[in-house]
């Protein structure tokens, strides 16, 4: 097991300290904004390289709309050793290269970004699709199942999804303006699965909170020959509910400690794993795409040899999960407090 750093334990520390509080606050203590200081640590753990939307300012409520605009693709981009971005500025895909074939995370949000922009993205980077053999679906949110339809009956991966995901999913009568339509149901991703393909091994946790069956796990790449571990938490945004006709943020006590619970477990599974870098499906987030010079793709094609990779860091990974925390934290106290109105 790996030794916990002192950042971590202190962060868990005062979120320990902070339930307690909570737990012992006379009735109508929750009446105030005291969340605010929860926003104000996860500003100040951003610094000015984690400010992705809907992350340092913990913006609330967290929000779920169709695009009103075309999204800027990204470059398909080779990250790691493995890795592939196959992305927008607004959702990402990552390709993720075996020595018996390919897994593919998540597929966009419509059949044509599919076409273009991940299997189109193989093309350009010599990839084969014929060899992409499982489709991994982060959570059944449908920006990142709208292209999977297209996959399947395309290229024939087997898919895989947490089991409540799939039941969330299989609800849905009709697509979403915007977005693409369900896949058919293939497999499920149940608490601890294993995925091995060739030389590669995933293992899947059930992280509930963004959705009932998000999942999340931990990534090994390697880095011009060097070995890292890459965390990838599958729900970044805060809860929300999925049903026909009903896409509305809906925020609940339980919904948010259930959240939290989740990102808790999975950042010591990242430290028990020894993660030391970090990637997600939204690249707003975590600045792997822009559209700048300064994004994390931009970075990697201008560095030299010798230069550290823009993913990793474990300052920086631990920062991104504690900012997190605190936006969760300030989510539950925004909810307690009966939904105020906030100006910042």
């Not at 990637?279 to 300064?294: A, C, E, L, W």
Request: proline residues 8%; hydrophobic residues 35%.
């Amino acid at each position: 097991m790996r030794k916990r750093g002192t950042i971590i334990l202190a962060a868990f520390a005062a979120a320990t300290l902070a339930g307690r509080l909570n737990a012992q606050a006379p009735a109508g203590a929750h009446d105030s904004v005291s969340f605010m200081d929860h926003v104000n640590n996860a500003k100040l753990l951003a610094a000015k390289d984690l400010t992705g939307r809907n992350l340092s300012d913990c913006t609330m409520p967290p929000v779920s709309a169709a695009p009103t605009t075309k999204p800027v693709t990204a470059p398909p981009s080779k990250v790691f050793d493995q890795l592939y971005y196959l992305g927008t500025g607004i959702v990402a895909s990552w390709a993720l290269v075996t020595s018996a074939g390919i897994i593919q995370i998540d597929s966009l949000d419509i059949p044509e970004e599919a076409q273009q922009v991940i299997i189109g993205g193989y093309k350009k980077l010599g990839l084969d699709p014929a060899q992409m053999k499982y489709l991994v679906l982060t959570h059944g949110h449908d920006d990142h199942y709208g292209g999977a339809k297209y996959l399947q009956d395309t290229y024939h991966p087997r898919l895989l999804m947490g089991a409540p995901d799939w039941d969330m999913v299989g609800r849905l009568h009709d697509s979403r303006p915007g977005f693409g339509p369900p896949p058919a149901r293939d497999m499920d991703i149940t608490d601890g699965y294993k995925l091995t393909l060739g030389d590669t091994t995933l293992t899947f946790y059930l992280t509930p909170g963004h959705t009932p069956g998000t999942v999340s796990f931990l990534v090994p790449v390697t880095d011009n020959g060097k070995p890292h571990l890459l965390s990838f938490w599958g729900g970044s945004a805060l809860p929300r509910t999925l049903e026909p006709g009903a896409f509305e943020a809906r925020a609940t006590d339980m919904g948010l400690l259930i959240y939290k619970q989740s990102l808790s477990r999975f950042i010591q599974i990242g430290e028990d794993g020894g993660a030391d870098g970090f990637i997600g499906n939204h690249p707003y987030r975590d600045q792997t795409f822009q559209n700048s010079k300064d994004d994390k793709i931009s970075r990697n094609a201008a560095r030299k040899p010798g230069d550290p990779s823009p993913w990793l860091g474990r300052s920086t990974y631990i920062r991104y999960m504690m900012i997190a925390l605190e936006c969760n934290e300030a989510q539950i106290g925004w909810v307690q407090a009966g939904k105020p109105k906030v100006t910042q």
